[in-house]
Nanobody, 126 residues
Framework: QVQLVESGGGLVQAGGSLRLSCAAS????????MAWFRQAPGKEREFVAA????????MYGESVKGRFTISRDNAKNMVYLQMNSLKPEDTAVYYCALGPLFTWRNWSNSRDYYNWGQGTQVTVSS
Protein backbone atom coordinates (compact mmCIF):
# COMPACT_ATOMS: atom_id res chain seq x y z
CA GLN A 1 0.00 0.00 0.00
CA VAL A 2 1.45 3.32 -1.09
CA GLN A 3 0.96 6.33 1.15
CA LEU A 4 0.79 9.78 -0.39
CA VAL A 5 1.36 13.01 1.50
CA GLU A 6 0.75 16.39 -0.14
CA SER A 7 2.30 19.68 0.91
CA GLY A 8 2.81 23.19 -0.39
CA GLY A 9 -0.71 24.53 -0.32
CA GLY A 10 -1.57 27.93 1.08
CA LEU A 11 -3.01 31.35 0.43
CA VAL A 12 -1.83 33.29 -2.62
CA GLN A 13 -3.04 36.31 -4.52
CA ALA A 14 -4.42 36.02 -8.02
CA GLY A 15 -1.60 35.92 -10.54
CA GLY A 16 0.75 34.30 -8.07
CA SER A 17 2.37 30.87 -8.03
CA LEU A 18 2.53 27.84 -5.79
CA ARG A 19 4.32 24.54 -6.02
CA LEU A 20 2.63 21.48 -4.59
CA SER A 21 4.59 18.40 -3.64
CA CYS A 22 3.48 14.83 -3.08
CA ALA A 23 5.72 12.39 -1.24
CA ALA A 24 5.07 8.71 -1.87
CA SER A 25 6.09 5.67 0.09
CA UNK A 26 6.22 2.20 -1.38
CA UNK A 27 7.88 0.48 -4.28
CA UNK A 28 5.19 0.90 -6.90
CA UNK A 29 5.55 4.68 -7.22
CA UNK A 30 8.11 4.58 -10.01
CA UNK A 31 5.86 2.24 -12.03
CA UNK A 32 2.67 4.22 -11.63
CA UNK A 33 0.80 6.97 -13.38
CA MET A 34 0.52 9.87 -10.95
CA ALA A 35 -2.06 12.60 -11.02
CA TRP A 36 -3.40 15.67 -9.31
CA PHE A 37 -7.10 16.26 -8.80
CA ARG A 38 -8.88 19.06 -7.01
CA GLN A 39 -12.20 19.59 -5.35
CA ALA A 40 -13.83 22.89 -4.53
CA PRO A 41 -16.69 23.17 -2.02
CA GLY A 42 -19.95 21.96 -3.50
CA LYS A 43 -18.28 20.73 -6.68
CA GLU A 44 -17.22 17.36 -8.03
CA ARG A 45 -13.60 16.26 -7.98
CA GLU A 46 -11.87 17.63 -11.07
CA PHE A 47 -8.91 16.25 -12.99
CA VAL A 48 -5.94 18.63 -13.02
CA ALA A 49 -2.93 16.79 -14.45
CA ALA A 50 -1.35 13.37 -14.89
CA UNK A 51 2.12 12.09 -15.67
CA UNK A 52 3.30 8.72 -16.93
CA UNK A 53 5.55 6.48 -14.85
CA UNK A 54 8.58 7.54 -16.92
CA UNK A 55 7.68 11.20 -16.80
CA UNK A 56 7.71 11.40 -20.59
CA UNK A 57 3.97 11.87 -21.07
CA UNK A 58 1.73 14.42 -19.40
CA MET A 59 -1.82 15.58 -19.75
CA TYR A 60 -3.80 18.47 -18.28
CA GLY A 61 -7.31 19.53 -17.63
CA GLU A 62 -8.56 22.25 -19.93
CA SER A 63 -8.87 24.81 -17.17
CA VAL A 64 -5.19 24.60 -16.22
CA LYS A 65 -3.45 24.07 -19.56
CA GLY A 66 -0.61 26.49 -20.08
CA ARG A 67 -0.56 27.51 -16.41
CA PHE A 68 0.20 24.31 -14.48
CA THR A 69 3.05 21.85 -14.93
CA ILE A 70 3.25 18.35 -13.47
CA SER A 71 6.60 16.66 -12.94
CA ARG A 72 8.07 13.77 -10.99
CA ASP A 73 11.34 12.57 -9.52
CA ASN A 74 11.30 8.79 -9.25
CA ALA A 75 14.60 8.73 -7.40
CA LYS A 76 12.97 10.74 -4.61
CA ASN A 77 9.47 9.26 -4.88
CA MET A 78 8.07 12.73 -5.46
CA VAL A 79 5.55 14.30 -7.80
CA TYR A 80 5.07 18.03 -8.15
CA LEU A 81 2.54 20.49 -9.46
CA GLN A 82 3.84 23.92 -10.40
CA MET A 83 0.93 26.34 -10.53
CA ASN A 84 1.41 29.72 -12.17
CA SER A 85 -0.97 32.56 -13.00
CA LEU A 86 -3.33 31.37 -10.32
CA LYS A 87 -6.95 32.44 -10.43
CA PRO A 88 -9.60 32.56 -7.69
CA GLU A 89 -11.36 29.66 -9.44
CA ASP A 90 -8.29 27.50 -8.74
CA THR A 91 -9.24 27.56 -5.07
CA ALA A 92 -9.77 23.96 -3.96
CA VAL A 93 -8.33 21.07 -2.02
CA TYR A 94 -5.69 19.45 -4.21
CA TYR A 95 -5.18 15.70 -4.06
CA CYS A 96 -2.32 13.56 -5.23
CA ALA A 97 -3.31 10.17 -6.64
CA LEU A 98 -1.57 6.99 -7.75
CA GLY A 99 -3.00 5.04 -10.62
CA PRO A 100 -2.34 2.46 -13.33
CA LEU A 101 1.02 0.77 -13.60
CA PHE A 102 3.18 0.61 -16.72
CA THR A 103 0.56 2.04 -19.04
CA TRP A 104 -0.43 5.40 -20.47
CA ARG A 105 -3.63 6.65 -22.01
CA ASN A 106 -6.26 9.21 -21.03
CA TRP A 107 -6.15 8.65 -17.28
CA SER A 108 -8.34 11.63 -16.32
CA ASN A 109 -11.07 9.69 -14.53
CA SER A 110 -10.71 9.60 -10.76
CA ARG A 111 -12.01 6.02 -10.74
CA ASP A 112 -8.75 4.94 -12.41
CA TYR A 113 -6.77 5.89 -9.27
CA TYR A 114 -6.62 3.77 -6.17
CA ASN A 115 -4.32 5.57 -3.74
CA TRP A 116 -5.06 9.10 -2.59
CA GLY A 117 -3.42 11.60 -0.31
CA GLN A 118 -5.24 13.60 2.32
CA GLY A 119 -5.20 16.78 0.26
CA THR A 120 -3.75 20.25 0.63
CA GLN A 121 -5.76 23.46 0.55
CA VAL A 122 -5.02 26.08 -2.08
CA THR A 123 -6.77 29.42 -1.73
CA VAL A 124 -6.40 32.14 -4.34
CA SER A 125 -7.60 35.59 -3.34
CA SER A 126 -8.78 38.16 -5.86
Amino acid sequence: QVQLVESGGGLVQAGGSLRLSCAASGRTFSSATMAWFRQAPGKEREFVAAISWTGVYTMYGESVKGRFTISRDNAKNMVYLQMNSLKPEDTAVYYCALGPLFTWRNWSNSRDYYNWGQGTQVTVSS
